[in-house]
């Protein structure tokens, strides 16, 4: 899936370290890797687990890399305005969808597990593609 080796030995050692709980391991994110505007270039989950820097982006792709090993269902979204555009996941816990943000910082930190309802409430006006993604209750 375009993951370098690195990337899975990297992922494999840390995930085998950490909880199957989602919000665990979306809190090890936001801890391990700090908040900065860098997009990881080639490589940003190596970026992010080894540099310890990231946008939303690194964020995001850290967690669902985690997600993955782990056997947890997940899917990368955005918001469709490009500037500025925010990456985040949903995840299916329990057969049920939730939004879950890796990202460091206030607003992203308001809910935990969230809803279509409080992820809009949460993102500045700014809205994703609906009908692309499964609906979050």
């Known amino acids: 899936e375009g993951r370098f080796l690195a990337d899975e ?3 494999k050692e840390l995930a085998a370290k950490l909880s199957d709980d989602p919000e665990k391991l979306r809190n090890y994110v936001r801890s ?8 990881g270039g080639d490589d940003p989950v190596y970026y992010g687990f080894t ?6 982006y690194v964020h995001a792709v850290c967690l669902k890399a985690l997600f993955d090993e782990k056997g ?4 990368l979204i955005w ?12 995840v299916k816990i329990d057969g049920v969808w939730k939004h879950i ?6 607003l ?20 994703w593609d609906r ?3 499964p609906a979050c209750e």
């Open 101 to 106: 943000d890796p990202t460091p910082g206030r």
């Open 79 to 90: 918001t469709i305005q490009k500037n500025p555009s925010h990456y985040w996941l949903i």
């Open 32 to 39: 391990r890797i700090y908040y900065n505007h860098n997009w």
């Open 72 to 75: 947890i269902e997940s899917q």
């Open 131 to 133: 009908s692309a993604w």
């Open 108 to 127: 992203h930190s308001k809910y935990s597990l969230m809803n279509d309802k409080q992820r809009l409430s949460t993102l500045s006006g700014r809205k």
């Open 51 to 56: 540099k310890r820097g990231g946008n939303c």
């Open 9 to 11: 030995a990297l992922v």
